[in-house]
């Protein structure tokens, strides 16, 4: 008879915390992220792989545009271990199984993932975790998001950042909106935290209020006349 999968985790953790490091790593996840184990929503008190897919399934075509909604990833408290399905606190490591749930554990951003190759790291000052390696990276205090050291380190970067600590920033503060536009509102999808905003708009960039990134992309909002502005700003 074959054992359960209970029964040969319990036989493996006999073998050391290596092989339980290990066991099932790649195999469990979504198309978000490889990790093992799947979280409860506070929101809706179900069960999703990511929050990626609680946000997908939660804002579809299907779903009542007032019961639309995200997922506050910081209030999730619960987690479900893929392997024994044991639902227990956020944490890196199974409670009953010892299996290890993500190689990359955030306790701040309650975010898990086995693909380390990203090089994932959290930012206390932006408040989310982001890929790349934290040596990469620099943190510009005046726009709250992180950017390349290749941009910090470029001649024309170097300049601007005389009276700014990123170029994005100079270029938005040096870059006045003709008065017809100063009071358009556009709606943006940020890039690193995923919120959905309605900011007004601007022909260099747009912040995220919720993580001030400008990371972000305008989903609608625009007009055919924008395309113009590029022109009366310069």
Known sequence: MECSLKEHIITLSFAGDESMMEMGSGNYGCSHYRRRCKIRAPC???????????NDSKNSLDVDP??????PR????????????TE??????C???GICMGKYFCSKCN???????????HCDRCGICRTGGEEN???????????????????ICIERAMHHNCPVCFEVASTAMPEIYQNKMVWILCNDCAETSEVNFHIVAHKCPSCKSYNTRQTRGGTSSCSNITEMVR
């Open 111 to 121: 975010f898990f993932d086995d693909d380390v190759s990203k090089n994932q790291y």
């Open 66 to 71: 007032l019961k639309r909604h995200d997922i």
């Open 44 to 54: 809706c008190d179900e069960i999703f792989d990511c929050r990626h897919c609680h």
């Open 88 to 93: 227990q606190d956020v944490q890196q490591k």
């Open 95 to 97: 409670i009953q199984c």
């Open 137 to 155: 990276f620099f943190h510009c205090d005046t726009c709250g998001c992180c950017y390349t050291n290749l941009m910090k380190e470029s001649h």
């Open 74 to 85: 910081h209030d999730i408290e619960k987690v479900i271990c893929s392997l024994c399905n």
